[in-house]
């Protein structure tokens, strides 16, 4: 599987590992888990499988067709069909980012959390980058129906959380995705500290003048 890597890929490689290890030295991973991946003309180049996204290699990061074929690279992540059922749905999207980081799946375990819309507004940022997040019900790691159940949500968001599992976040830039999968983090770190405690959330006023004037 040759596949020749020319400078504007090359620089996206780079790109992804770099953040995929800055992602990972402040406690958003931990070993092997979550992948990064960016939609190119050439296919998905996501992080390999049994990989740490704080040692990516740019030139062994895999590169898989949208049918799921492996092009080149080493083995793509078990994860890999997650991204490209969030790509099939939303085309506009152009890099997925997929945590276990701590905070978003202790959020992800509780029972009185909305499967609609896991996060009450609690900062404008929140609103902003991610907007409305869903619960997708829990599937053992690898299973293939989880694409399917991704698939759904994804149509009705960019953003989700998964059940025992982490966050699935989609942007329209490699930046974007992860800019919003850290602030889904930090949102739930919020939350878990506000439990039990009067708190004021942003009103359904504030929220809606915020997406008019951030449109996703």
């Known amino acids: 599987m ?12 780079e790109e992804i590992c770099v953040l995929s290890a800055s992602l990972f030295n402040r406690g958003y991973g931990c070993g092997a888990s979550g992948n990064v991946s960016v939609l190119t003309e050439a296919g998905m180049i996501v992080s390999p499988t049994g990989s740490s996204m704080g040692r990516l290699d740019p030139e062994r990061l895999s590169l898989v067709a949208p049918d799921g074929t492996h092009l080149a690279g080493d083995r793509p992540s078990k994860e890999a069909f ?12 152009r890099s997925v980012v997929h945590l276990h980081s701590t905070h978003s799946v202790a959020l992800s375990c509780l029972e009185e959390i909305d499967p609609e819309d896991v996060l009450p507004p609690i900062t ?17 790691p690898g299973d293939r129906a989880l694409a399917e159940a991704v698939r759904g949500v994804a149509r009705h968001a ?12 989609a942007g329209k830039g490699l930046d974007a995705a992860v800019a919003a999968a850290e602030e889904l983090e930090e949102t739930a770190k919020l939350y878990l ?24």
């Open 124 to 140: 404008a940022y929140y609103v902003m980058r991610v907007g409305r997040c869903p619960l997708v019900p829990y599937f053992a």
């Open 193 to 216: 500290m506000l439990r039990g405690e009067k708190t004021r959330f942003l009103t359904q006023a504030q929220v809606a003048d915020l997406r008019l004037r951030f449109p996703s």
């Open 2 to 13: 040759s596949h020749r890597i020319g400078p504007e890929e090359a620089k996206l490689r």
């Open 158 to 169: 960019h953003a989700m959380l998964l059940a025992n599992h982490g966050p699935v976040v």
């Open 82 to 93: 997650l991204h490209l059922a969030m790509y099939e749905e939303r085309p506009e999207m």
